[in-house]
């Protein structure tokens, strides 16, 4: 039951996620990384089949560090996310990717930007976004108290009402939330949000 949702605000962008990797009724983990750091200033959440998951986001990331040491210059955001968008919609006349992709980035001209992309290689940019079962609740609570402008401590507050909505009432939630940010000072983990630890019993 993934989650995960994103908005833009003024000078940054927040991405959150589940961190429960699950198979059929087994939660075989709780701490699991489901946004990847693409480069310096750019996040790539991703919802879907697990394996399609890893493979992808690892595939896009090495693509992306590919391009900037070929030609000694980043891809922009929206380059990445065409380029993302791109692969997603030639694999899917081949062997398609079950993945769905939130793309965070932040850019010296245009500033922060989001993008939503589908297993079916739909793109747009957007404000807001969100996959996921916890999309249900995550959606509505961004619509009714999201705006453009957002600082930095009401876009988390935001996403803890969605995280807290999520947890009230999806019938099977996950217990543990990861927030990661992108800014001017570069894409970094800003916090978690456990209601379980993914400790190993001796």
């Given amino acids: 039951m993934e989650c995960v949702f ?4 003024n000078g940054f962008a927040i991405v959150a996620a589940d961190t429960s990797a699950v198979h059929s009724i087994l ?7 489901k946004i990847m750091i693409l480069d310096s200033h750019k996040l790539i959440a991703a919802s879907g089949e697990p394996g399609d998951r890893v493979q992808f986001t690892e595939y896009i990331q090495k693509n992306v560090a ?7 210059i980043p891809l922009t955001t929206a380059a990445a996310a065409n380029f993302t968008r791109g692969e997603l919609a030639t694999a899917l006349r081949k062997n398609p990717y079950f993945v769905n992709i939130l793309l965070a980035g932040y ?9 939503y992309i589908d297993y079916i ?10 996959f ?3 999309s249900y609740f995550a959606l509505s609570m961004m619509d009714r108290h999201f705006h453009s402008g957002m600082s930095v401590e009401e876009a988390i507050d935001l996403v803890d009402k969605c995280i807290l909505e999520i947890r009230s009432r999806l019938v ?6 990861l927030i990661k940010i992108v800014d001017k ?18």
């Fill in 27 to 33: 939660v075989h983990k709780s701490n699991e990384d």
């Fill in 132 to 134: 996921g079962y916890g």
């Fill in 121 to 130: 290689a739909t793109m747009h940019k957007v404000e807001k976004g969100a």
């Fill in 6 to 9: 994103g908005l833009v605000g």
């Fill in 66 to 72: 590919l391009y900037q040491f070929r030609n000694g």
């Fill in 107 to 115: 850019d010296k001209e245009t500033g922060p930007s989001l993008y």
């Fill in 185 to 202: 000072d570069g894409a970094r983990e800003y916090a978690w949000r456990e209601s379980v630890k993914n400790d190993v019993a001796a």
């Fill in 172 to 177: 099977v939630a996950p217990p543990n939330f």
